[in-house]
């Protein structure tokens, strides 16, 4: 059971954290001890005449406390992964009963103009994009919203289907991966400025700066050393130091630029290295698999290695923006100009991959966020994507957002274009729920994801809602006119020529207007959608819609109903065949107080 793994391993991540805590500390305080020792020895020398000794006790005391910072380093990064593990197992718990531990709502890729997002909580506080994203990277993050808004075609729906099922029990590489982009904060910007930095051409550097970069820098030391000598004026050191001044503000504005576009991931660089480096050994013979890992590896040169070397230039490079370091050493010794060659060299032989490289370590986090969703939901089925005519069955399908045990599951099948299924039932009764179910499990379905349902069929088809329809103060738009320009939006997509079937999910239409121009307004769109290739679901409270079944025979009819026992109202929330008979409008006005047979008793003795 998925609930039970993730428990175990919450607590096992727990205990390394704290083992790696407690190690932590133990090295701090070794390393304070190690440096007030060899400080203390040094002095103790230096009095006793014995510089030699002192020198050597120096030396190793240097050497000593590198070691044993490079060692707190390494503790503290397994710290911090167990760290993350431990909150990446927590919040797959919370996951499972629909909480959410992660910030990211996904908010700012929703738009109420798209054809079905905002109607299907695709984004948001409680969203499916809440649900499957285990991306930390702004490519993965934008590759996953792009699946969700995107419908694929059928053949890269079942390649990541297949990428899937390669990486959906390897749990342990995969919360590596998360846990990674999780280390470092700056891994979540955008590395658009890096990107174009290795796509453009590199800063154009003379050819005597090769030679220059050393020759100065040696003669400045010789200049300097026979000052300390006596044999030169103080003068001699500044006029080198001018000169070297004035051949960097040749290349200063390169220097800066460069600076700029590399600085905002040259902290996360680091962690790319080792995010890249984990990315190379993705387990699986998919064919998607196999094309992330080969585009990671670029003749022969794997992207961690080549990032690791970026990561290194660019630190180097950026200790120039320290004014202390840059007018002590940066000056004296050419600093700008030997990063400038080296990381022009780097621009030229990795920079064109870099975008690619980015766009794979996407992709596989994308792809990871469906497999962590897949391993949480072992009931969950791979849905089978059908070739050809606009198909739609499911089989006991519930909806994903909701938790198992409160989701209510049913059966449907809808084929061929032109057909319309309407659903009638009283209010509260489950009608925009069973809209919602299909048309997210379509969405997660054509993503590439599994589905919440026993079994599942679909065929390629555009999406289309319109159930949240609103009026605006801004705009002056009446709720009503919102949901014609909505249902006009839908006519002008079943008149584009793709290809593609709509596949449509009205809820309650029409219903800003009186009850013969909604009835008509129903009708006449459900016969005009009928002449086109879309097909889809309407809901209604209008029983006489129900009788185009009998009049056209493209419309099947189904309902849900609610009963009243012990004056209380109860709903089971099961899709029945045939047009609802049972509403309860008047009960629930005469539960909250409206003496519905004393309105009726004064219309009946009106003159």
């Known amino acids: ?165 390669d990486l959906r029990p390897e749990i342990d590489w995969r919360q590596q991966v998360e846990a990674l982009a999780d280390l470092e904060e700056t891994i979540g910007r955008s590395p658009e400025s890096l990107i174009q930095w290795g796509a453009g051409k590199g800063p154009s550097l003379p050819g005597y700066l090769a030679i220059i970069r050393f020759l100065l820098p040696a003669i400045t030391a010789a200049v300097f050393v026979a000052w300390l000598l006596g044999y030169l004026p103080g003068l001699a050191v500044l006029a080198a130091l001018a000169v070297h001044s004035l051949v960097l503000s040749q290349l200063s504005a390169q220097a800066k630029e460069v600076s700029e576009q590399t600085f905002a991931l040259s902290v996360a660089l ?87 490289w980015f766009e794979a370590l996407g992709e596989l986090e994308a792809l990871n966020s469906l497999a962590g969703f897949a391993y949480a939901h072992p009931a969950y089925t791979t849905p089978d994507i059908a070739d050809g005519a606009a198909t739609l069955r499911l089989t006991r399908a519930a909806h994903p957002l909701l938790p198992p045990d409160r989701s209510v599951p049913n059966s449907l099948a809808l084929a061929g274009s032109g057909k319309t299924v309407l659903i009638t039932g009283s209010n509260m009764s489950g009608k925009s729920t069973f809209l919602r179910t299909v048309g997210a499990n379509v969405v997660l379905a054509l993503a590439g994801a599994v589905v919440s349902a026993d079994s599942f069929t679909v065929s390629v088809v555009r999406v289309f809602t319109s159930m949240r329809t609103q009026d605006s103060l801004e705009e002056s738009t009446s709720s009503f006119y919102a949901e014609l320009i909505r249902l006009q939006t839908l006519i002008r997509l079943t008149q584009q020529s793709s290809g593609t079937p709509v596949l449509y999910f009205l809820d309650e239409i029409l219903k800003g207007t009186n009850s013969a121009d909604r009835h008509r307004g129903a009708e006449a769109l459900i016969r005009q959608l009928h002449r086109t290739s879309a097909f889809g679901f309407v809901s209604t409270h209008d029983l006489e819609l129900g009788q185009l079944t009998d009049a056209a025979g493209f419309v099947s009819n189904y309902h849900f109903q609610s009963d009243i026992q012990d004056g209380k109202l109860i709903f089971d929330y099961t899709l029945r065949d045939g047009i609802c008979e049972s509403f309860n409008a008047s009960q629930l006005m005469q539960a909250i107080g409206i003496e519905m047979n004393a309105a009726l008793g004064t219309a009946s003795n009106k003159p």
């Open 1 to 165: 059971m998925p609930r039970n793994t993730f428990s175990k391993r919450q607590q096992d991540f727990i205990q390394v954290q704290q083992a790696a805590q407690r190690q932590y500390n133990q090295l701090a305080i070794g390393r304070l001890i190690w440096f007030i020792s060899a400080v203390v020895a040094v002095w103790v020398l230096a009095r006793a005449d014995q510089s030699a000794a002192a020198v050597v006790v120096l030396v190793v005391g240097l050497a000593g406390f590198l070691v044993l910072l490079k060692r707190h380093q390494a503790v503290r990064r397994d710290r911090d992964l167990a760290r993350k593990k431990a909150f990446i197992n927590q919040d797959e718990l919370a996951r499972l009963d629909r909480q959410y531990l992660r910030t990211d709502t996904g908010d700012t890729f929703a738009h109420t103009t798209h054809p079905y997002t905002h109607d299907l909580d695709i984004f948001g506080k409680h969203s499916l994009f809440r649900l499957l994203n285990r991306t930390h990277t702004y490519e993965g993050r934008q590759k996953l919203a792009a699946w969700l808004q995107t419908p694929a075609p059928a053949d890269v729906i079942r390649l990541r289907q297949q990428a899937t099922a």
């Open 270 to 356: 680091r962690s790319f290295q080792q995010l890249f480096a984990q990315a190379e050994q993705a387990p699986g013979q998919s064919v998607r698999i196999a094309a992330v890992r080969q585009a990671l590896n670029t003749n022969g040169n794997r992207a961690s290695q080549a990032i690791g070397q970026l990561a290194r230039l660019t630190e180097g490079l950026n200790f120039r923006r320290n004014p202390y370091f840059y007018l002590l050493f940066g000056v004296a010794s050419l600093w700008d100009i030997h990063y400038l060659f080296r990381l022009s060299a780097w621009q030229a032989q990795y920079g064109p991959h870099l975008g690619r």
